[in-house]
T-cell receptor, first 110, second 113 residues
Framework: GESVGLHLPTLSVQEGDNSIINCAYS??????FIWYKQESGKGPQFIID?????DKRQGQRVTVLLNKTVKHLSLQIAATQPGDSAVYFC?????????FGTGTSLTVIP | GAGVSQSPRYKVAKRGQDVALRCDPI?????LFWYQQALGQGPEFLTY????????KSGLPSDRFFAERPEGSVSTLKIQRTQQEDSAVYLC???????????FGEGSWLTVV
């Protein structure tokens, strides 16, 4: 199986600042990782993914970092905007199934 | 279709009623997942299909929960004799192949009264 935890259940940032959301996992066999954004009343929306053969991947305003040694990954959001306010989940897969953490609720202060 | 479609979006059931939740995955997607999400929690795995085969149902909480995908496309999650603790959002997700990105629908919100 897999156990996924997030370091902070809530995070508040000023608009324009950078945000960092963390996630820890337990199974060293996990090889695929996805970050999702979930707005109120909606399903999780794919943001960015990374496989275990990489340690960094960048998208538009988002970067995912993977540290397999300590089984930790993070999501960095640059120049955080009010529209980024949501709950963020990491999903970890050691095979076909995905395991989710409890999520970090990000609030952007205008 | 363009995305994963779930119906109904909202369902209120009286305790003891049976409910059926439908999922239309993205066209051509082989893998289909059902998750349960309680308020303030992350999605919890229920079951997984590859085409019409149910390969993993280890997350189904009791024998009142049953899922099927008879033709390898549309899937139905059935909950018999609903109880209050079944109240949650039921999320369906699909991916084009095992081990690939899974895309979620908007969920079916079940409230048992």
């Amino acid at each position: 199986g897999e156990s996924v935890g997030l370091h902070l259940p809530t995070l508040s940032v000023q608009e324009g600042d950078n945000s960092i959301i963390n996630c820890a996992y337990s199974n060293s066999a996990s090889d695929y990782f996805i970050w999702y954004k979930q707005e109120s009343g909606k399903g999780p929306q794919f943001i960015i993914d990374i496989r275990s053969n990489m340690d960094k991947r960048q998208g538009q305003r988002v970067t995912v970092l993977l540290n397999k040694t300590v089984k930790h990954l993070s999501l960095q959001i640059a120049a955080t905007q009010p529209g980024d306010s949501a709950v963020y989940f990491c999903a970890v897969s050691p095979g076909n199934q995905f395991y989710f953490g409890t999520g970090t609720s990000l609030t952007v202060i205008p | 279709g363009a995305g994963v479609s779930q119906s109904p979006r909202y369902k209120v059931a009286k305790r003891g009623q049976d409910v059926a939740l439908r999922c239309d995955p993205i066209s051509g997607h082989v893998s289909l997942f059902w998750y349960q999400q309680a308020l303030g929690q992350g999605p919890e795995f229920l079951t997984y299909f590859q085409n019409e085969a149910q390969l993993d149902k280890s997350g189904l909480p009791s024998d009142r929960f049953f899922a099927e995908r008879p033709e390898g496309s549309v899937s139905t999650l059935k909950i018999q004799r609903t109880q209050q603790e079944d109240s949650a959002v039921y999320l369906c997700a699909s991916s084009w192949a095992p081990g690939n990105t899974i895309y979620f629908g908007e969920g079916s919100w079940l409230t048992v009264v």
